[in-house]
């Protein structure tokens, strides 16, 4: 029993990753989703690479019907903040709820005093939503200073 | 019979394409491999995004056990073209012989008469190695110019 609703919560995620790959690809971002999405590993991997003119967004994907906050825990939240420093792109959480899809920068979220992340309501609330997110990376694009040279 | 080379061929692609995974994780790249490697699709995505500090390598892994000539197929070719100018990063060919690993610009491969794209004998050899692509990405990396007002 617990085990179904597990896996109904797995399977209703990746079609919601699914979505939101659509959308950003309709947006011009090329994109790829991590293969090791959903699963448990090693080494972590955020949900979704997005890039766009050498901008790069790694996303992370909460799928929820209902409730106010959204943890990440401290474990996943560190592997794929550890992912994003390293590939030089910027971490956001994706937040999907009913009629509701909301982007919301990782550095921003909240610490809890056992290291776990939380996207609060209000946050949530204030995170951008997809036309924010696409004017917010093409406010990033600047070209390399040899480029003027 | 043919179908059983095939599925051979393709898993050890699949071996391939993950020890050069491995490889450029050990050299501080965050790498992702795409789930759709391997596999035909209307949407093509190279085999291997690979980053380092917004520095982004598309990576497309051809093994080969013999033979001089490396092909790629007009239409996969185009396809992972695309990406790589929507994403802003760039495109390499990842040829993987016995006790040769190399890396080709694939702005740099010759084209057949019908669209293809051809690695010869003497591209692959004057190909990149690990550590020469690790200096190259490294060369590139430069501050955007607004990190200079």
Chains 1, 2 share one sequence.
Do not use: C, W
């Amino acid at each position: 029993m617990y085990k179904t609703l597990v896996n109904y919560r797995k399977r209703r995620g990746t079609e919601e990753e699914r979505r939101i790959l659509t959308l950003l690809r309709d947006r011009g971002f090329a994109v790829i989703r991590s293969p090791a999405s959903g699963s448990k590993r090693k080494d972590p991997v955020p949900d979704i690479v997005a890039m766009k003119d050498g901008v790069i967004l790694l996303i992370e994907v909460k799928s929820r019907r209902n409730g106010k906050q959204v943890y990440v825990k401290r474990d996943q939240a560190e592997g794929i903040l550890e992912f994003a420093h390293k590939s030089g792109g910027e971490l956001f959480l994706a937040v999907k709820r009913p009629r509701e899809l909301r982007f919301l920068k990782f550095s921003e979220l909240r610490r809890t005093d056992g290291g776990n992340f939380v996207a609060t309501e209000d946050a949530i609330r204030a995170g951008l939503d997809l036309d924010a997110l696409v004017r917010y990376v093409e406010s990033k694009f600047s070209k390399p200073l040899d480029s003027f040279l």
